[in-house]
């Protein structure tokens, strides 16, 4: 599935080109297959069926749902027959006369398959088998046990394997469209740098990954699935075009709507045989989920909608220009990084605050000292917090000076930050700043009142290494090698015993065991004799 997605992401030729050689190996073998089987089978008698002795026990009388559930089996050979319906835009000019085309192509190729895999089938004797399938048996029969039947083995397993590109061709380009109709999370619409649905191919690789997972790869529960979708999408497309026809009424209508009538009824038969056939074996889970989705896609359109209602410019007067701009800084001591974030919010107003949350009175009496010499002659403000909080007392306090300030003054806070150099560093420091953006950022303001927030980052440089000890200058020690040759045998040491766990031999077991504890106890004693030096 993994690679199935990262092909697809390499573009739509690269894909095309490179799934076309399994593609045409699978037609040759099985239609050269069917060819051979038909001239060897031809005007003799038909062989009888060659069961398995435990197959009488599996006799059960043909009633009506025992023929809807084989209809509904074999109405799944038409699945993927959508591709090429949804992927008409990615035809060559004229698109819907070369989609046309590729589909009478389709529907030649898999009639013919379909129809001289079942005559053999029938002529030959050839059963389903647990153990093997229809066309290996038929393989075998034909070919023989020689290159041949190998290949076509082969040829049917890359075809398998690659059967789920069709939904990697159709729901990213499917999705999309529903993406720009606000059904969808408009990421699915965004084309990618090989000019395909990046974002549609990852997510239908996600979601394709956990239905495996979850049924187990069976493809006798994965089947039912897919065949409730297809037949649904079949159903609305037919009936779509039978309400397009009935309204437009343009030249040979009636030829259409007759056609399209007749499709929607035959696939709406189909659905209703498939989900009553298939419903415990998997079908009630479509037959839950869709609506289930319907309503969801509703709620993202709704969302969307309310979205464009908010930011339309209609009926919206221009505001009124600021009178007064209120900075407010929030720190945490004072260092260099919190001296170009007062410089910056000096630049942007007079009326600039510092706001300190008293944790440590001591280290808040420490930096009112420093604050009096490296401040820039702004006012420091210490917030008192009964519980320790950082976030709480400043939240309150912006709540209190929105009120104070009035509502034509713009409040900004500018947060300083300082940046390690390392993206593990920030593991090693409270992410006080983050938090706080966090906050503001989905704090609900009174009335109309934006509080706009500034990060000035301070970036740290690369740490430099201590001055090299006197130790080191002539280069590595005894003591050095000695820990090098000891770190490789402690390597080997505990990769052998893992292997004579695995293999279960005491022996093994014990002579890697007391190697490792002997080789461990000799590096402690090499790194104390090495603390001494240093």
Do not use: C
């Not at 593609?23 to 073998?29: A, E, M, N, R």
């Not at 002997?518 to 001494?532: H, I, K, M, P, Q």
Request: charged share 15%; proline share 5%; net charge positive.
């Amino acid at each position: 599935m993994a690679l199935i997605a990262v092909i697809n992401l390499r573009g739509v030729r690269e894909s095309g080109t490179i799934f076309s050689g399994p593609t045409y190996l699978f037609i040759g073998t099985v239609l050269a297959m069917v060819i051979l089987g038909v001239l060897r089978t031809w005007g003799a008698p038909p062989v009888p069926p060659r069961l398995p002795p435990e197959t009488p026990a599996l006799f059960q009388p043909l009633t009506l749902f025992l023929v809807l559930r084989a209809f509904a089996s074999g109405s799944a050979a038409m699945t993927g027959v959508e591709a090429i319906s949804n992927g008409v835009m990615a035809f060559r000019s004229p698109e819907s006369r070369n989609a046309g085309l590729t589909l009478i192509w389709m529907a030649g190729i898999l009639g013919t398959l379909f129809l001289g895999i079942t005559y053999l089938s029938q002529h030959l004797g050839i059963v389903p088998l647990e153990h093997e399938t229809v066309v290996s048996q038929l393989a075998r029969t034909i070919f023989g046990g020689g290159f041949a039947y190998y290949l076509t083995q082969a040829a049917t397993a890359m075809i398998l394997i690659l059967a789920a590109n069709t939904s990697f061709a159709d729901f990213p380009r499917l999705s999309s469209i529903l993406a720009r109709d606000r059904f969808l999370p408009r990421q699915l619409a965004n084309l990618g740098d090989r000019l395909v649905f990046a974002n549609g191919i990852i997510l239908l690789a996600l979601l394709s990954g956990l239905l495996i997972y979850m049924f187990n790869a069976s493809t006798h529960s994965l089947i039912p699935l897919y065949a409730v979708g297809v037949f649904i999408s079949f159903t609305l497309s037919q009936s779509g075009m039978v309400r397009k026809w009935w309204r437009e009424r343009g030249r040979g209508w009636t030829h259409s709507i007759v056609f399209n009538l007749l499709g929607a009824v035959a696939t709406a038969v189909v659905l209703v045989v498939v989900v009553l056939a298939k419903f415990r074996q998997g079908a009630w889970i479509v037959a839950l989920l869709i609506p289930a989705i319907v309503l969801f896609m509703r709620g993202i359109w709704l969302h969307y909608r309310d979205v464009a209602r908010q930011l339309t410019l209609e009926g919206v007067r221009l505001p009124a220009a600021m009178l007064h701009h209120k900075v407010v800084v929030p720190v945490a001591g004072i260092n260099r990084g919190v001296i170009p974030a007062l410089r910056y919010a000096k630049s942007l107003s007079q009326d600039v605050t510092a706001v300190m949350v008293d944790i440590d009175p001591r280290e808040t009496a420490e930096v009112g000292t420093k604050w009096e010499r490296w401040g820039m002659g702004v006012p420091l403000k210490v917030l008192e917090s009964s519980y320790r909080s950082v976030l709480r007392p400043f939240l309150q306090y912006l709540d209190d000076l929105e009120w104070e300030v009035g509502f034509d003054q713009q409040l900004t806070v500018v947060l300083p930050e300082f940046v390690p150099s390392r993206w593990w560093h920030f593991l090693l420091h409270n992410q006080n700043a983050f938090m706080m953006k966090a906050a503001l950022y989905f704090r609900r303001r009174h009335g109309t009142r934006v509080t706009v927030v500034a990060d000035v980052p301070y970036y740290l440089a690369e740490e430099r290494a201590e001055e090299p000890h006197r130790l080191w200058v002539a280069g590595p020690t005894p003591i050095d090698r000695g820990l090098s040759v000891l770190v490789a045998f402690l390597i080997l040491s505990v990769a052998g015993l893992i292997v004579a766990v695995v293999l279960h031999v005491p022996v093994l077991e014990e002579v890697f065991g007391l190697a490792t504890l002997a080789v461990l106890a000799l590096l402690l004693g090499l790194f104390f004799l090495r603390t001494l030096y240093i």
